[in-house]
């Protein structure tokens, strides 16, 4: 195995990782409205919950998304990367969910800035998102990011979901929802649906991004009307 292959890897396992920075840790994505709703009350009900999640918002918008604005990144193409982060940011209905994607999305930026070996395209996008003509939400930042770290499209897709799949058994843990054990046969039992999510979107065409998860929507509304809240969505 060549130390090239063997540093994409790593890069994929850092930005994967719980402990790498991007605040995904302090936010539930509305499980926790979910939970005290009675909705969702044990493993079962939780991955059922994560396959709405993943097959009808993550993988058909963030996830087609990400492939684009990696795409733009490879051929610096500004507009085009530009135009993926504005339009994912309108399709965000929720305002609580739209600014904690914009804040990991920064976060990501910031922390990768200094370690990204081809930093063009990522300062570009910074300075749009400081000029106002971007957001920074978090599945375009990933694409750059990616790109940036050489990382092939197909796995930075599978890090956009793992890594949400992963924040939403967090919050179940803290929650009390499930336990240790059961949150890892979760994400076990997941990794068909997530793979498969990834290779159905990630090569679409920006016309064919869509989501559509009313229940959701309207949970997670209800969650940044919460006067106490363990998490921040």
């Known amino acids: 195995m060549s130390t090239e292959v063997q540093e994409y890897e790593v890069n994929m396992l850092q930005l994967s990782d719980s402990l790498f ?9 509305g499980l926790e409205t979910f939970f005290y709703r009675k909705r969702v009350k044990g493993a079962s009900e939780l991955k059922r919950l994560l396959e709405v ?56 930026l910031k922390c990768v800035g200094d370690m990204a070996p081809k930093k063009e ?20 930042a990933l694409g750059v990011t990616c790109a940036s770290f050489g990382i092939p499209k197909n ?17 179940a843990l803290r929650l009390g929802i499930i336990d240790h054990f059961e ?29 559509f998860t009313p229940e959701i929507d309207t949970t997670q509304m209800l969650h940044e009307q919460a006067e ?5 969505s």
């Open 228 to 232: 106490r809240r363990m998490f921040i």
């Open 155 to 171: 796995k930075a897709g599978l890090i956009l979901i793992y890594t949400f799949t992963t924040s939403v058994v967090g919050a």
């Open 53 to 108: 999640f993943i097959q009808n918002q993550i993988g058909p918008a963030d996830c087609v998304a990400l492939g684009n604005s990696y795409e733009s990144a490879v051929t610096a193409d500004l507009q085009k990367l530009i135009e993926t982060d504005q339009q994912l940011f309108s399709m965000k209905l929720v305002k609580e969910i739209r600014e904690v994607s914009v804040r990991s999305g920064t976060q990501l």
């Open 183 to 211: 949150g890892q046969r979760i994400i076990n039992q997941l990794k068909r649906v997530m793979s498969k999510t990834v290779e159905e979107n990630i090569n679409k065409k920006l016309v064919d991004m869509w989501q």
């Open 121 to 140: 395209m990522l300062q570009s996008y910074q300075d749009n998102i400081a000029l106002g003509k971007a957001s920074g939400i978090y599945p375009v």
């Open 21 to 29: 920075p991007t605040g995904m840790y302090s936010t539930s994505s």
